[in-house]
């Protein structure tokens, strides 16, 4: 069965930083991961995904995560942080190679940015 | 485009009683998703729906739970009786296609709150 593990539970940062949302996962055949970012009183939004192809992977609003097949990690970032980033990230993922196996979603983080 | 709709999004209920939310997803998706999402953990997929007919329910408690969608467009969730334990945020999604690498749309979730 697949797993997500986003080991920090809040991640505070400087407005114009660099930021960080950690997402390591289990799966037994080839993963397929996501990132979404849910607002106060909002439903998830997509921002971006892993399927194949280049390790690093652009997505929306700015932010890339990074495929790291050795390291079984796809860690969030973004070259610097916005107030308006502020937000619950999730890394969920789903096995390539199983027909219907569902989308697992981690814990998620809480991303602080203060200005 | 105008994306997945919800109702309720409030609701509070005593113990024993019966609820239903109900969800319409975004035009022309054949793939309907209900997760659960209790404080503090992310979305748990409940049932899975591809047009009218039932892809995966293997997580849905299906003592007290139940799920219909029955002309392949809008879904209802339904729980009877309802226990303390259900209290949590009810959120809909959908995709084009079940596929695995496809990106899921939320709702913006129903807020049960059981008493």
């Known amino acids: 069965a697949q797993s997500v593990a986003q080991p920090e539970d809040q991640v505070n940062v400087a407005e114009g930083n660099p930021l960080t949302v950690k997402c390591t996962y289990s799966v037994s055949g080839n993963p397929y991961l996501f990132w979404y970012v849910q607002y106060p009183n909002r439903g998830l939004q997509f921002l971006l995904k892993?399927?194949?192809?280049?390790?690093l992977v652009k997505g929306s609003y700015g932010f890339e995560a990074e495929f790291n097949k050795s390291q079984t990690s796809f860690h969030l970032k973004k070259p610097s942080a916005l107030v308006s980033d502020s937000a619950l990230y999730f890394c969920a993922v789903r096995d390539g190679n199983s027909g219907n196996t569902p989308l697992v979603f981690g814990k998620g983080t809480r991303l602080s940015v203060i200005a | 485009e105008a994306g997945v709709a919800q109702s309720p999004r409030y609701k509070i209920i005593e113990k024993r009683q019966s609820v239903a939310f109900w969800c319409n997803p975004i035009s022309g998706h054949a793939t309907l998703y209900w997760y659960q999402q209790i404080l503090g953990q992310g979305p748990k997929l409940l049932i899975q729906?591809?047009?009218?007919?039932?892809?995966?329910d293997s997580q849905l408690p299906k003592d007290r739970f139940s799920a219909e969608r029955l002309k392949g467009v809008d879904s209802t969730l339904k729980i009877q009786p309802a226990k303390l334990e259900d209290s949590a945020v009810y959120l809909c999604?959908?995709?084009?296609?079940?596929?695995?690498?496809?990106?899921?749309?939320f709702g913006p979730g129903t807020r049960l709150t059981v008493l």
């Open positions: 999604a959908s995709s084009f296609q079940g596929t695995r690498y496809n990106e899921q749309f």
């Open positions: 892993y399927i194949t192809g280049d390790n």
């Open positions: 729906f591809q047009n009218n007919g039932v892809v995966d």
